[in-house]
């Protein structure tokens, strides 16, 4: 008999978690904490992940000057393309229209719903940090107290400094410590894939639970709106990633999508970038892309690349100057393009840490921020969304650096 691919199972879960979570509705919820145990797993192994993956990779360079020449193109890539993104989300907000015709009743009733939701992701909003507060903070006081908070900006540049100082010390002295890095690294690599038998389980406790607590009433509701993020985020995904993995990255689309489906399973479910984390670097390997540039790209790539979230970002505030009547001029959306690329960096991996930079976006311009509550009701769906299209364009990162570099050699 055919084994059955985890891809498959998991898939099947993701169709079963729909269906259980329509026809049960909250009682759904029940099953919930299957896919909590599985979600906090995944999430416990990320920081040492992240911390040891790096300084392996950064050591493996053996080149500082390598490392700082990486680094300048994935930023540079990830900057790029989140502009691209964000400018196809405005693109098709100011065609469609979303925000025009939306029943007044309607509109009350999803104020009332969702207000209180709103005023928490406004009050995080004024609590955030100034960029140059963020960028003092990269550089920890506390490097335990930065691993256990899981304060990720932090993790990497913790990593990227020790992985630096292997390559500067001598050969000799590193190569024990690196031997230790590579064995913890293969038993954490371990613990990924025992997480993973669980996967399908665990996709379809959070996929049910979701569908159980918000049904599909509020996603008819808010329809059009919807369809026009989630276009733009197929549309993004699937263009502009394909046409850099096939001409940069010198990789035909079609086989790096088959490569990395189980990661964007993992984060539609999950709406997390950081849960998908390690199956991203696993999917990449098995495309052709070596942990030297993965480890490195990816979860950088989890910290600061939020094309999705960017793109949704300016669908959203579009959408909510429409239904308040804001008009919004040439230098509006410029605006919104420029506060959604530098809200969306450093964004946290976790779900609906977009709401917190829309506040950002929705003040800068001045639209009501407690618009916010009109599209909280769809918020989890297009979070899981917006969640696959970041990571997909991490991965699309690491194809792209990994054949730049190798073309050098």
């Known amino acids: 008999m055919k084994k059955i691919k985890l891809h498959t199972k998991i898939f099947i879960g993701l169709t079963l978690g729909i269906i259980v979570g329509l026809v049960f509705g909250e009682k759904a919820r029940l099953i919930e904490p299957v896919g909590t ?7 416990m192994i990320v920081v040492p992940l992240v911390l040891v993956s790096l300084m392996l990779g950064t050591a493996s360079l053996g080149d500082i000057r390598k490392l700082g020449r990486i680094g300048i193109k994935t930023i540079a890539y990830f900057t790029i393309t989140t502009m691209i993104a964000i400018s196809i989300g405005l693109f098709l907000a100011n065609v469609v229209n979303p925000g025009y015709g939306l029943n007044e009743q309607v509109k ?3 104020y009332k719903n969702y207000e209180s939701k709103a005023q928490i992701g406004i009050q995080r909003m004024k609590e955030k940090p100034s960029a140059l507060d963020v960028l003092v903070d990269i550089v920890p006081t506390n490097p335990l107290k930065s691993l256990v908070e899981g304060n990720m ?5 913790l990593a990227l400094l020790f992985g630096i100082i292997l390559t500067l010390i001598k050969k000799e002295r590193a190569e024990p ?3 230790f890095l590579e064995g913890l690294n293969d038993a954490i690599i371990q613990v990924v894939h025992i997480a993973m038998r669980l996967a399908p389980y665990g996709v379809l406790a959070l996929i049910a639970a979701v569908i159980g607590q918000y049904g599909v009433q509020i996603l008819v509701t808010l329809l059009k709106y919807s369809l026009v993020v989630v276009g733009g985020l197929v549309i993004y995904t699937f263009s502009i990633n394909s046409l850099t993995v096939g001409f940069l990255g010198r990789l035909n689309p ?5 490569g990395v489906k189980e990661a964007m399973i993992i984060a539609f479910s999950t709406s997390s970038s950081n849960a998908a ?6 999917c990449v390997e098995y495309i052709g892309v070596p942990r030297e540039y993965s480890s490195f790209v990816i979860p950088l790539g989890a910290t600061i690349n939020m094309d999705g979230t960017a793109l949704y970002q300016g669908v959203a505030a579009v959408f909510i100057a429409q239904i308040y009547g804001v008009p919004l001029g040439i230098m509006d959306q410029l605006t919104i393009v420029l506060m959604a690329t530098l809200a969306s960096v450093g964004a946290a991996g976790v779900p609906a840490a977009g709401i917190i930079t829309l506040a950002m976006v929705l003040r800068q311009i001045g639209v009501p921020l407690e618009g916010i509550a009109l599209i909280l009701g769809v918020d989890r769906f297009l979070d899981m ?3 696959t299209t970041n990571i997909v364009g991490d991965m699309a990162c690491s194809v792209v650096i990994k054949e730049t570099e190798t073309r050098r050699k």
Request: glycine share 0%.
């Open 177 to 179: 410590l690196i031997k």
């Open 37 to 43: 145990i599985f979600l906090r797993l995944i999430t």
């Open 277 to 282: 984390l390690p199956v991203s670097l696993e």
């Open 108 to 110: 009350e009733e999803l």
């Open 385 to 387: 969304c917006r969640t």
């Open 254 to 258: 079609l086989r790096f999508y088959k």
């Open 153 to 157: 900006l932090q993790v990497i540049f």
